[in-house]
């Protein structure tokens, strides 16, 4: 089993941009994280150290889950509270947005487009990079908010992002069909590959998205 990060490692993880994952610390500390597998250090100038997908995994880790690099526990996405930014993806159980939320939410798609250009092998923006594969539930929700798509919550119609058991595919549900081919659109705008299905029982129309490749 490996060992836990220590106090000071897990401070600099914890303090990683939510959505890029880019770190900040001593050069001894950021080495560390490298060699842990937690972090890696960008070829491309300037050089900067972003979380690996363990790091990340260790970051939003559940209290009392393990904290080994290779678990595999499902991420947390958590609301906006105490200044951490993270997606919408829709539920009975998130707040309304604050006056700032705009602000908060295309900062946050500009920092995943410059993750894209450092991170892609191409310096593509234009698809998914690998955090996002790794996080597909918040960053389908991100490409949607960003767009100006409402989330469900407080009370007020919208889409929600859910978890599917297939691979790579994430499901989204609006409350009519203009709305849901509208979220399609702005997913394919940002990338992802989006199909309108059925289900079986409820008959209810949604979209299954995936991250495009090429």
């Known amino acids: 089993m490996s060992r836990p990060p220590t106090a000071a490692q897990r401070r600099v993880i914890d303090a990683a941009d939510p959505v890029t994952g880019r770190l900040r610390g001593t050069e001894a500390q950021l080495a560390a994280l490298v060699r842990r597998g937690l972090a890696f250090r960008h070829p491309r100038p300037p050089h900067d150290h972003f979380l690996t997908p363990a790091g990340h995994r260790i970051r939003e880790a559940v209290p009392g889950a393990t904290d080994e690099p290779g678990a ?55 698809r998914p990079c690998s955090w996002e594969r790794t996080h597909l539930v918040r960053a389908a929700a991100l490409a949607l908010e960003a767009a100006g798509h409402r989330p469900e919550g407080g009370g007020a119609d919208g889409y929600r992002v859910r978890a599917t058991p297939q691979p790579e595919a994430v499901a989204v549900y609006a409350p009519d069909g203009a709305a849901l081919r509208a979220c399609a659109a702005t997913l394919e705008g940002a990338g992802w590959q989006a199909g309108e299905y059925t289900e079986p029982r409820s008959r209810a129309r949604y979209l299954l998205a995936s991250p495009r490749r090429v």
């Open 72 to 126: 595999t526990a499902e991420p947390v996405v958590r609301p906006v509270t105490g200044g951490v930014f993270a997606a919408r993806v829709g539920g009975d159980d998130e707040e309304a947005a604050g006056p700032s939320r705009a602000r908060e939410v295309q900062s946050a798609w500009q920092g995943l487009l410059e993750l894209r250009r450092m991170t892609n092998p191409d310096g593509a923006t234009d």
